[in-house]
Nanobody, 117 residues
Framework: QRRPVESGGGLVQEGGSLRLSCTAS???????????WAWFRQAPGKQRELVAT???????NYVDSVKGRFTISRDNARKRVYLQMDSLKPEDTAIYYC????????WGQGTQVTVSS
């Protein structure tokens, strides 16, 4: 099973924090480790957008709207990718997904993040 599984979403007030997790348990370590992983999000009525990426060497990049607020990380031993989200804003409300940066793995169900004002 190569489909990532996302978790950790929820309802939070503006300014709050959440930590999302992505598990790729069906992937062998030698495949997982070199992959550049990414978090994406899709808000209602909008296209899915790239939020953050992390390379096998742990170089991270972020879309401008989340810089300084979100932190992507990975645990290769556990085949997990995380997204720490701080200072959340209502415009962060979306379903969050993880995938390779090339988007060529099957999409998971995502995890819903709702930020109330």
């Amino acid at each position: 099973q190569r489909r990532p599984v996302e978790s950790g979403g929820g309802l939070v007030q503006e300014g709050g924090s959440l930590r999302l997790s992505c598990t790729a348990s069906g992937m062998i370590t030698s495949t997982f480790n070199p992959i550049t992983w990414a978090w994406f999000r899709q808000a209602p009525g909008k296209q899915r957008e790239l939020v953050a990426t992390i390379t096998g060497g742990r170089d991270a990049n972020y879309v401008d709207s989340v810089k300084g607020r979100f932190t992507i990380s990975r645990d290769n031993a556990r085949k997990r990718v995380y997204l720490q989200m701080d200072s959340l804003k209502p415009e962060d409300t979306a379903i969050y997904y993880c995938n390779r940066d090339t988007r060529d793995l099957p999409w998971g169900q995502g995890t819903q993040v709702t930020v109330s004002s």
